[in-house]
């Protein structure tokens, strides 16, 4: 069953401003592993963060984890037109299984 | 390196036709395969886990008869759809994961999806 809440479900903000998304869960993880997606593709693979991390960096991307409140948050500093996707957390309970959130679809105005 | 392709790209087909999606890990040998399917603007949902020579765990909900996954070797995994029917069309998406690191955490890498369109 899916666990993973994403919000907001949309965004859409004007080039070279920061974007926020967040996820929350409900179960207990192992890590938590943040997909981009754009339109009618596969996912890539943005960033890990283990349970026992509280943030992690990566080029513009910066994820926190706060596992008391079962939630992470992804930040793209300084947007880009080709930053424009769908992005979606997942998270790994330890039985190989990855469970995806509903996803934010964020949109990138030049 | 850890390149997932997935065969066909597209396929349309009529209703009450088989339709084959191949999965294949292309530098690495996969002891794991993933199928989801998602929906237009929708989530990835886990059909089945899949592991080289044995059967299919299939997730709650997901008709095996009617999903048919074969695990043949490390580095291919097919999904069949069986008597396919309008309600069966969706991007399906395969994921395989390998055992580069004994012990630790082996990420899933990602083929590029498969649209299927029943007519």
């Known amino acids: 069953s899916q666990q993973g809440e994403e919000d907001p479900q949309a965004l859409s903000i004007q080039e070279g401003e920061n974007a926020t998304m967040n996820c929350s869960y409900k179960?207990?993880?192992?890590?938590l592993q943040w997909y981009r997606q754009n339109s009618g593709r596969g996912l890539v693979h943005l960033i890990l963060?283990?349970?026992?991390?509280r943030e992690k960096h990566s080029g513009r991307l910066r994820v926190t984890l706060d596992t008391s409140k079962k939630s992470s948050s992804l930040l793209i500093t300084a947007s880009r037109a080709a930053d424009t996707a769908s992005y979606f957390c997942?998270?790994?309970?330890?039985?190989?299984?990855?469970?995806f959130g509903q996803g934010t679809r964020l949109t990138i105005n030049p | 390196g850890a390149v997932v392709s997935q065969h066909p790209s597209r396929v349309i087909c009529k209703s009450g036709t088989s339709v084959k999606i191949e999965c294949r890990s292309l530098d690495f040998q996969a002891t794991t395969m993933f199928w989801y399917r998602q929906f237009p603007k929708k989530s990835l949902m886990l059909m089945a886990t899949?592991?080289?020579?044995?059967?299919?765990?299939?997730e709650q909900g997901v008709e095996k008869d009617k999903f048919l996954i074969n695990h043949a070797s490390l580095t291919l995994s097919t999904l069949t759809v069986t008597s396919a029917h309008p309600e069966d069309s969706s991007f399906y998406i395969c994921s395989a994961r390998g055992a580069f690191l004994a012990g630790g955490y082996n990420e899933q890498f990602f083929g590029p999806g498969t649209r299927l369109t029943v007519l």
């Open positions: 899949s592991n080289e020579g044995s059967k299919a765990t299939y």
């Open positions: 963060i283990r349970s026992n991390e």
């Open positions: 997942a998270t790994d309970g330890g039985a190989q299984k990855l469970v």
């Open positions: 179960t207990s993880i192992n890590n």
